[in-house]
């Protein structure tokens, strides 16, 4: 199993720009997510999913969307990229036991610069 | 929401001394908190978690405890090492009608183990 995985693993936008961040998962996980990583500001939830076909908002939204069109995906996309959206993002996946999430598995992350 | 505060932000322990990583939840009906290690350059991984049904739990030379009342949860290493070296990583998370699904992460503690 491969596990989490991202693509890219490097990225440099200029202001304006879009992209998408896929995500696939081979663990047939219910549950995916995308984090943003700062420096001093831990992980961060920008978006979440409960299963194919749905998505959430997490704690810092704005400026992203998302899409689980299929259960192994997650795609985070950027629309016009901002230079406060330069960070690290993590996407998880995590499944259910006994009605209660468990761990969270990440993936290798993806290093976005955006000028 | 929920605001989970971690101490100390970095903190530096002789080879084989106790180190203490405490964090404090603000929502009175978190019930899942997970530890989480991240080395340098890599991603997140789950190392312990407790739920609020028990104040204890062990794993070798990792232990977690949780103080329901006083809303604050803590890591305990014994005998470090230097491969514990590393950013620690507290959260927490309340049931909901899909589960625990959304973690709230504390801001990070930075171990170094001095050999």
């Known amino acids: 199993n491969a596990g989490v995985t991202q693509t890219p693993k490097f990225r440099v936008l200029k202001t304006g720009q879009s992209m998408t961040l896929l995500c696939a998962q081979d663990?047939?996980?219910?549950?995916m997510y995308w984090y943003r990583q700062d420096p001093g500001m831990g992980l961060r939830l920008i978006h979440y999913s409960v299963g194919e076909g749905t998505t959430a908002k997490g704690e810092v939204p704005d400026g992203y969307n998302v899409s689980r069109l299929k259960k192994q995906n997650f795609l985070l996309g950027l629309e016009s990229a901002a230079p406060s959206q330069t960070s690290v993002y993590f996407c998880?996946?995590?499944?259910?036991?006994?009605?209660?999430?468990?761990?969270?598995?990440f993936g290798p992350g993806t290093r976005l610069t955006v000028l | 929401g929920e605001n989970v505060e971690q101490h100390p932000s970095t903190l530096s322990v002789q080879e084989g001394d106790s180190a203490v990583i405490k964090c404090t939840y603000s929502d009175s009906a978190s019930n899942y908190f997970p530890w989480y290690k991240q080395e340098l350059g890599k991603r997140p991984q789950l190392i312990i978690d407790i739920r609020s049904n028990v104040g204890e739990k062990k794993d070798q030379r990792i232990a977690v405890t949780l103080n329901k009342t006083a809303k604050h949860f803590s890591l305990h290493i014994t005998e470090t090492q230097p491969e514990d070296s590393a950013v620690y990583f507290c959260?927490?998370?309340?049931?909901?009608?899909?589960?625990?699904?959304?973690?709230?992460f504390g801001t990070g503690t930075r171990l170094t183990i001095i050999p």
């Open positions: 959260a927490a998370s309340r049931k909901s009608n899909f589960g625990n699904e959304k973690l709230t």
């Open positions: 663990m047939n996980h219910e549950y």
């Open positions: 998880a996946s995590s499944y259910l036991a006994g009605g209660l999430n468990n761990e969270q598995f």
